[in-house]
């Protein structure tokens, strides 16, 4: 069922722009889009985003929406050692919408397509009271790179790619209505896809995931999936001093935004001592035997608590 | 980003039970989806259901809009020629929803899967006020049975596969709190897609779209893409008595249901003189080289209203 083709909402010329990519047969404009594939793997996931539960319209620019959807599915096909390929973006936008809105919204989601060579071969459009956005992206990896959640092994080492909490503490500035720390809250309104890391190591790790839901539950995660647990070192958990001090304003704690927190994208990857100077990034902990996972601090071990994760607390 | 993997809302044993293709690598529990392609066509298609927009609670069984959800995109891809393979389910819950409910969603999406053959590969779930269901869907076809929009040549015959207005008759009704006319309300509450018909007819189709908005806007849609026109024989558009019979005490325009009203998911397609006798269904119309869309009744031609459509008009 289409709805409303997306080329109607005045942008026509814009979203029906002839592909470049001379597999794909049939972008917008037919009840599905047609792509050729060849013989391989594909990967495909999607995301649904919504205001007032993953953004708001006074927090962020219509610009910056249209690239977070985009960054936050590359990060799930990044994850999995994939090149992004196609998208398909559904819509659901408040009657009473600007044109200049969607027009932003576009803008964004176009460009950080080019970024990653994807090109939007479908979607529709529909109303809804709140703005909600659903991505649908592709990927293609040769099986020698796919990395899954499940394949920890006892004695892997973990590793983070870049600094984590700037996605909490940067919800938390906005929450409170607190300026200034403009690099926390621009990670937190333009999160980026680690992908050009994911597909550097992902011949070398064992296991890889994104940090969609703070550094924790993504870590219990990979456990799950490899029947295994972990040690994480809490003390080597990159934490940056704007993230430090913000949460010290805040009166928080920066461990909670980094453990707890999400919305990082970057990511979590486990990797056998063979292959550790094949691989860059922050060490944070051991993949181990036994099944729990716990925190490591001060020489002390400590059972990790069980956090909900909830985007909006 | 995965906000919450579906598994994690009580049913993952259901969610998570090993799927039965073999192609099939990773369904639900990695940050995507991973399956085997061959060498060949691939289409996809994503549709957003909104509650309100294309469903309410107080009429439909949550059964019901888990059997809508997949068969409206089910019908897209057979639109094309194709058949359908992997879904995506990606879900905006209200926090206060009944456990029960997600069960029958999940139990009405299964069982439609199961009857296509269709297997559930991934997806996720987060909060929202009302409920959002974003599907999306893989399918397969071979090049000379890909069904376009584009296809339609002048002096195809238009062709419908079954009756149309029960969409709208049976949204009118429930609008209207008419009871009676049991026919029409199921088809309106449990329409399904014509796969079927669209594999056995495809070889032998020029064109083929589904109704989703109506059978005008269809072939306009047809018309733009093919770039001709088309004469719609309003008499011979078929409409049940049933239909006609609701549109009576209602005091509306069965024919208004048929051409403008949408959500019957049956099959417009067109087809040359020398294919008419491989193909069964309802002789509509004709697709003219002149461009413009008209509608024949009564011995007299008149130029077609442009309708909008709307779910909620």
Same sequence: chains 1, 2.
Wanted: glycine content about 10%.
């Amino acid at each position: 069922m289409k709805v409303k083709d997306i080329g109607e909402f005045g942008l026509i010329d814009r979203i029906t722009k002839k592909p470049k990519d001379k597999d794909i047969l049939i972008g917008i404009g037919d009840d599905a889009a047609v792509f050729k594939t060849r013989k391989g793997l594909q990967v495909l996931t999607t995301d649904c985003l919504v205001e007032g539960d993953h953004f708001r319209r006074e927090w962020f620019s219509s610009a910056q929406i249209g690239m977070k959807t985009i960054e936050v599915n590359v990060s799930d096909i990044a994850a999995m050692g994939a090149i992004p390929k196609y998208v398909l973006v559904s819509m659901a936008l408040p009657n009473n919408i600007d044109v200049e809105f969607v027009d932003g919204l576009y803008e964004g989601m176009w460009k950080t397509c080019e970024k990653y060579n994807i090109e939007i071969i479908g979607g529709n459009m529909t109303h809804s009271e709140k703005i909600i956005i659903s991505i649908t992206l592709t990927g293609e990896v040769d099986n020698k790179n796919l990395c899954l959640r499940s394949g920890a092994k006892p004695g892997d080492f973990i590793f983070v790619s870049d600094h984590l909490g700037n996605g909490r503490a940067g919800l938390r500035l906005f929450q409170e209505g607190i300026d200034g720390f403009e690099k926390v809250r621009k990670h937190y309104l333009e999160p980026k896809a680690q992908l050009k890391t994911a597909l550097k190591i992902s011949p070398f790790v064992n296991s890889m995931i994104d940090v969609s839901d703070g550094l924790a539950p993504e870590i219990k995660h990979i456990c799950n999936q490899s029947k295994c647990g972990a040690i994480i070192y809490k003390d080597k958990v990159p934490i940056s001093d704007e993230v430090r001090a913000a949460a010290e304003k805040l009166g928080e704690d920066e461990y909670d935004y980094a453990l707890f927190g999400g919305e990082d994208f970057e990511l979590v990857y486990t990797v056998s001592k063979e292959n550790l100077e094949k691989v860059n990034g922050f060490l944070v902990g051991e993949i181990t035997k036994n099944k729990k996972i716990s925190l490591f601090s001060n020489g002390k071990e400590s059972a990790i608590e069980e956090k909900g994760y909830d985007h909006f607390f």
